[in-house]
């Protein structure tokens, strides 16, 4: 069965400071996988998305995912985090096959910016 | 940027009452979901629909639940009969044609059941 887990409930770093959120997945075939950001009060949020080809994959705000097979996993990353960046995260997987396949979510990651 | 549109933001409903959640999906996506997130866990699937169907649910959507699309642009959530422990948020989502298309999120329903 697919499975998604995001080992840090909490995440702090300091502004300016890199940062990776961390994720591993559990799949069969190949993964299509997504992280998203939920801020308060608000919904999910698409940042981006593997698929297939290159390994680092670049998205939204500045955030990029780095993606490798042999360790099944999909860290999510950015260069210089901004206070703006606290917020919850969640990384999914794309249950099966077929264009309505459901996301399978980890239980999310709340990533604290401070100044 | 389309947004997914939910309506209402919070929804108070006696136990046992009836409740229906709205949801106005982008315009040009073909499919459309409801997930729901218990307060402290994770977001869970509930159902996707897909040319005016349910093409896959999950085992919490049991009889209780229902969706319909009564026309081009909204889908509703209904519970018959609800629960206390139906008390969530629930979200809505729609995505474009194509597997690698991402799911776009509206911003949710609470729902408290007293």
């Known amino acids: 069965a697919q499975s998604v887990a995001q080992p840090e409930d909490q995440v702090n770093v300091a502004e300016g400071n890199p940062l990776t959120v961390k994720c591993t997945y559990s799949?069969?075939?190949?993964?299509?996988l997504f992280w998203y950001v939920q801020y308060p009060n608000r919904g999910l949020q698409f940042l981006l998305k593997?698929?297939?080809?290159?390994?680092l994959v670049k998205g939204s705000y500045g955030f990029e995912a780095e993606f490798n097979k042999s360790q099944t996993s999909f860290h999510l990353k950015k260069p210089s985090a901004l206070v703006s960046d606290s917020a919850l995260y969640f990384c999914?997987?794309?249950?099966?096959?077929?264009?309505?396949?459901?996301?399978?979510f980890g239980a999310g990651t709340r990533l604290a910016v401070h100044p | 940027e389309p947004e997914v549109t939910q309506t209402p933001s919070h929804q108070v409903t006696q136990m046992g009452q009836e409740v229906i959640l709205r949801c106005v999906p982008i315009?040009?996506?073909?499919?459309f979901y409801w997930y729901r997130q218990i307060l402290g866990q994770k977001v869970e699937f509930l159902v996707s629909?897909?040319?005016?169907?349910?093409?896959?649910k999950s085992e919490i959507f049991d009889d209780q639940f229902s969706v319909e699309r009564p026309d081009g642009s909204n889908f509703t959530l209904k519970i018959r009969s609800t629960k206390l422990e139906d008390s969530a948020m629930y979200f809505c989502?729609?995505?474009?044609?194509?597997?690698?298309?991402?799911?776009?999120f509206g911003d949710g329903t609470r729902l408290s059941i007293l």
């Open positions: 593997y698929i297939t080809g290159d390994n």
């Open positions: 799949v069969s075939g190949n993964p299509y």
């Open positions: 315009s040009n996506h073909l499919y």
């Open positions: 629909f897909y040319n005016n169907e349910i093409s896959e």
């Open positions: 989502a729609s995505k474009n044609d194509g597997e690698t298309q991402p799911q776009h």
């Open positions: 999914a997987v794309r249950a099966g096959s077929g264009g309505y396949n459901k996301l399978i």
